[in-house]
């Protein structure tokens, strides 16, 4: 693939903790990174805020907006935690926020951007879209569009992809091995959000879900292997066999 973003879960860089930054967990998940890296495709990285703050559930009686600035802090955080750990392996990387920080990082500017990537450069985009009300899931979607990104990837810890149901509560839940966003939407099924959902398929970009923490899935993906569920527009849905 030429180019992409990776959507990345907070909780990742947290650990067994599920809160902070856990420098063994932020760690792996920099090195799976910098070998998919290491293939030649342009990669953009959008990391949440969980294992900090959800402006959702943690803010209480807080103001909405004001809780979910709050979180899109917890994302810069960890945007710096995970360059630090993407450095320290070797990486070349730029953190780029949508709330200006210019003591930590660029403001989020697109041409800037696919210059650091061109340039062969990990570029991490924080602070979500920096407005109250979207997720990260929806940044996600949001900057890959900009960049013209072939697809967004959506990795997961210990989950090989979308299933029909919990794989962790029903063991009979069936993988899908494709899926398009329009089953994605009916189903209600927990991808990403439905604002997310619905700009990758106004666009027909593609989506993969999978388990990143699987040594070496992020480098079949970049190499064009299928692996875990792949989601697009006209997909017609089919499981793993």
Known sequence: MR???????????????????????????????????ATGT???????????????????????????????????????????????????????????????????????????????????????????FFTTDTAAALRALEIDADMVLMAKNAVSG?????????????????LSYLEVLNQGLAVMDATAISLCMGRDLPMTVFDIFTSGNLTRVLAGEHVGTRITTDAVTRFVA
């Open 3 to 37: 180019r992409v973003v990776l959507k990345l879960s907070g909780e990742f860089l947290a650990g067994a903790s599920g809160f902070g930054v856990a420098p063994a967990s932020t760690n792996a998940l920099a090195t799976e990174i910098r070998t998919g890296h």
């Open 162 to 178: 979308v299933y029909d149901d919990d794989p962790r509560k029903n063991p009979a839940a069936r993988q899908y091995a494709e």
């Open 42 to 132: 342009e990669l953009a990285l959008v990391v949440g805020g969980g294992n900090f703050w959800r402006g959702a559930t943690s803010g209480g009686d807080m103001e909405p907006a004001t809780a979910d600035y709050v979180g899109m802090l917890g994302t810069v955080m960890n945007a710096i935690a995970l360059q630090d750990a993407l450095e320290r392996q070797g990486v070349v990387t730029r953190v780029q926020t949508a709330m200006p920080m210019q003591a930590v990082a660029e403001p989020y500017i697109r041409r800037r951007a696919l210059r650091h990537l061109e340039k062969g450069r990990v570029v991490i985009f924080a602070g979500g879209t920096g407005n109250p």
